[in-house]
Nanobody, 122 residues
Framework: QLVESGGGVVPPGASLNLSCAAS????????MSWFRQVPGKERVFVAG????????FYSDSVKGRWTISKNNAKNTLHLQMSNLKSEDTAVYYC?????????????????WGRGTQVTVSS
């Protein structure tokens, strides 16, 4: 089970830190990632952390602004979001996969959280 937290309503330029708590050891997962979805659109990849979290992946839209990290001791995944923009408004989902295939493909993930809403608005 994955449970996200940390969403909220913030103005443009602000920062937020999302967290994802797993009910079991996250070292069992090959990759853990964040996806986001806006109404009427597909869920899209945002950032991923492979293995112990040393190798990370980012979508072009967030690269340089956000940082994904894993705390294997606490079984948590984090997404530090800075310089938020209105287009970052979405529901953010935590996902985990036991085997890494195509890390941007939602079909390759085995576990999903229920999501946390992030709204960037002035």
């Amino acid at each position: 089970q994955l449970v996200e937290s940390g969403g909220g309503v913030v103005p443009p330029g602000a920062s937020l830190n999302l967290s994802c708590a797993a009910s079991g050891p996250i070292i069992d997962f090959s990759i853990m990632s964040w996806f986001r979805q806006v109404p009427g659109k597909e869920r899209v990849f945002v950032a991923g952390a492979w293995g112990r979290g040393v190798t990370t992946f980012y979508s072009d839209s967030v690269k340089g602004r956000w940082t994904i990290s894993k705390n294997n001791a606490k079984n948590t995944l984090h997404l530090q979001m800075s310089n938020l923009k209105s287009e970052d408004t979405a529901v953010y989902y935590c996902a985990a996969a036991r085997v890494l295939h195509r890390y941007t493909d939602t079909a390759d993930y085995d576990y999903w959280g229920r999501g946390t809403q992030v709204t960037v608005s002035s």
